[in-house]
């Protein structure tokens, strides 16, 4: 049987091979892959920032019109997530990578043009919402696939743990930048930010050279639906990756209700300014980074599956800080960052979680399962974003914040109650 190039590559490396004083940190390739995401992310997080604000502030948008921002960003999942995967298992994922970052910098690039001409609305924030978003489905089932390409199968878990601290770091800087520029520029002017850090994003993919294997178009296969059924009957069909794709798809249904109404309740009911709300979201970086530190220690001390459980509850207690921040008598913004922090210790959860999945496929149906994995998880969030506004027109903005917590510490019983939660360590690498 021939080997494909990626596999080649790790072979060559060798998987018993003795870890070098740096660990992966001592590979050119990771470096640029983690330079690229981490450049691109702290723009994102900007517009992340910037995009709700432009619609609250400026278009004067309400609970339901937030809600269809943030459901026209993710309904691309819906759309095209199961697709995305067999057509990246066609292709190389590099080259996919950097054409999706040139794509979505020119997308961005319209808004404020589209502001200084006067023809920026709700209506074409949300279809630019939904181009980036569609761009982002292929990235990221891509961006998935391609880590195992650079990186041995014993160096995922600290790979993904150094990946998972970078982006803790965007998470500090990027909201606080975000809220600074909005407040001195304007939302618009501020998403240049995010265009400029993709095209930097692609630069540094164009510089990687691991080997990948090479497309064939000529060769028979069945059609794409059929290779995302493939995907799909084989997540349903697996013991563990199952119930770690039911969390995903119930973890972000939850998420995506309270971040809806995330920046009108920090606006309306908490009288805080944009750039305060920047300050809030920094919150997660020290989370994240604490949880990414302690991650290797907890799977040694407790094992993989007892790790994840008690992890997997931990988004659902910030969110309800974020709800009690309303009755907090002092500094209700403080509240708001710890909630953060507690939030972002979930890291914990996501580390071992995509280690996880990445060792229990094959290679080649990576494309394919983390697509499957990616349509619940994205597909989910614009579902709970419109369920979001519609609760915060009906119910009010903290007591949707309260529902989307109650959902949040539900969802750990897809881990708790199936044999995820007996696993003493993650398997290897399946070939």
Request: glycine share 10%.
């Amino acid at each position: 049987m021939t080997h494909a190039p990626e596999d080649r590559s790790q072979s060559q490396r060798g998987a018993g091979a003795p870890r070098r004083f740096g660990g992966v940190w001592r590979q050119p390739d990771f470096r640029r892959l983690w330079l690229a995401g981490t450049v691109s992310a702290v723009g994102t997080e900007v517009s992340g920032l910037a995009f709700p604000l432009a619609a609250a502030l400026l278009l004067g948008a309400g609970p339901i019109g937030m809600g269809i921002l943030a459901a026209s960003r993710d309904a691309p999942s819906l759309l095209f997530g199961l697709l995305a995967g067999p057509w990246v298992d066609r292709l190389r994922r590099r080259p996919v990578l950097i054409w999706c970052d040139l794509a979505r910098a020119a997308v961005l690039i319209s808004i404020p043009l589209a502001w200084a001409a006067g023809l920026l609305s709700l209506a074409f924030l949300s279809i630019t919402a939904f181009l980036v978003g569609t761009f982002t489905v292929i990235f990221e089932v891509a961006k998935d696939s391609y880590l195992p390409s650079v990186l041995r199968s014993d160096e995922l878990v600290e790979g993904n743990s150094r990946i998972e601290v970078s982006e803790s770091l965007t998470r500090f800087v990027g909201p606080g930048i975000g809220g600074l520029l909005i407040q001195l520029l304007s939302a618009p002017i501020a998403i240049v930010v995010d265009a400029v850090s993709f095209v930097g994003s692609a630069l540094f993919l164009s510089r990687i050279e691991a080997p990948e294997p090479h497309a064939q178009p000529n060769a028979p296969r069945p059609g794409i639906v059929a290779e995302a059924r493939e995907g799909l009957r084989f997540v349903i069909a697996h013991p563990l990756l199952r119930p770690l794709v039911g969390h995903a798809a119930t973890q972000q249904l939850c998420m995506n209700a309270a971040l809806a109404v995330y920046v009108l309740y920090a606006i309306r009911e908490l009288g805080l300014s944009a750039a305060v709300i920047g300050v809030t979201f920094m919150g997660a970086a020290p989370g994240t980074i604490v949880g990414a530190l302690l991650t290797g220690r907890l799977v040694r001390r407790l094992g993989v599956g007892v790790t994840m459980s008690l992890a997997s509850f931990l988004p659902g207690l910030g969110i309800l800080l974020m709800a009690l921040a309303s009755a907090a008598r002092v500094a209700p913004a403080l509240v708001l960052t710890l909630a953060w922090f507690v939030l972002a210790l979930g890291a914990v959860y996501d580390i071992n979680e995509v280690s996880l999945r990445q060792a229990l496929t094959p290679v080649s149906l990576r494309g394919r399962v983390n697509a499957s994995r990616n349509f619940a998880f994205y597909g989910a969030m614009p579902i709970g974003a419109l369920i979001g506004g519609l609760l915060g027109a009906g119910l009010g903005l903290r007591e949707t914040l309260l529902v989307a917590a109650g959902g949040l510490l539900v969802a750990p019983l897809w881990i708790v109650l199936t044999p995820l939660r007996r696993l003493s360590e993650a398997p290897r690498s399946a070939e």
